[in-house]
């Protein structure tokens, strides 16, 4: 599904934010990408999301290379990703039905589609009951769930999120681990960017720890310091 190709990317005036990153994902699976402050996490995630380009090295999904691949065909790439960040990046002038209809309501989805989906999403995160509210009414985990939900309405292929429990309290980050797991078991893979090492310890899976831009550690561990 995804393989890092003794990737990096180097920035305008020198900086090396990764440096010969190889990994594979398969699909269906779910790992931890985890690091210092300025490892790596970010860039990594938004080479996936083709905001940013290699500088050396090839990104590959399904197969096919992501270097090759014209501008002109990345709306149609993103569309198999849900991201989730951080910050939600809700609207709150609109309801929570609309913030999570925008992703379906951008691909031209016709209105008995998008309510079917969108409400579809809404009951997977535990808040089919708050489809009319506004964001702003909501807890801080429960932005989240919504932020989760726009992200997965359209059934991604990939599900990535940049540090996606920094704000909620470890039961809640708990919580909302347990929603990732739920989509990984229908065949989603699921990619979360984080530095709550006790959280994903607990959890026995996959850890990716980047350091200075290079994959130093890849596979399942209790203990990361």
């Known amino acids: 599904m995804i393989r890092f190709d003794n990737l990096s990317k180097r ?5 090396e934010a990764l440096r010969n990153v190889s990994f594979e994902m398969d699909s269906g699976e779910m790992a931890f990408l985890t690091g210092h402050s300025g490892a790596g996490k970010s860039t990594l995630l938004k080479l996936l ?15 096919k290379n992501l270097n090759r691949l014209a501008k002109s065909r990345i709306p149609f790439y993103r569309r198999q990703l849900g991201v989730v960040f951080q910050n939600h990046q809700l609207l709150f002038d609109r309801s929570v039905f609309e913030n999570v209809a ?3 309501q951008v691909s031209g989805y016709s209105p008995g589609e998008i309510g079917r989906r ?29 932020g989760i939900a726009r992200a997965v309405v359209h059934k991604p292929k990939i599900l990535l999120a940049d540090e996606p429990t920094g704000n909620l ?16 078991d229908v065949g989603v893979t699921v ?7 006790s959280l994903i310890n607990k959890m026995n899976m996959r850890i990716m720890r980047l350091n200075q831009g290079e994959l130093e550690l890849d596979g399942v561990a209790h203990d990361i310091d």
Request: cysteine-free; hydrophobic content about 45%; charged content about 20%.
């Open 118 to 146: 969108v409400r579809a999403a809404l009951d997977s995160v535990g808040l089919l009951d708050r489809e009319k509210q506004s964001p702003i009414e909501l807890s801080g985990g429960e932005q989240q769930r919504v």
């Open 49 to 63: 999301m083709l905001i940013e380009r290699p500088t050396a090295g090839n990104l590959l999904i399904n197969g």
């Open 169 to 184: 309290d470890p039961q809640l980050s708990a919580e909302i681990m347990a929603l990732f797991r739920r989509f990984q």
């Open 11 to 15: 920035y305008t005036g020198g900086f």
């Open 102 to 104: 925008l992703p379906l």
């Open 191 to 197: 990619l979360v960017a984080t530095h709550d090492i």
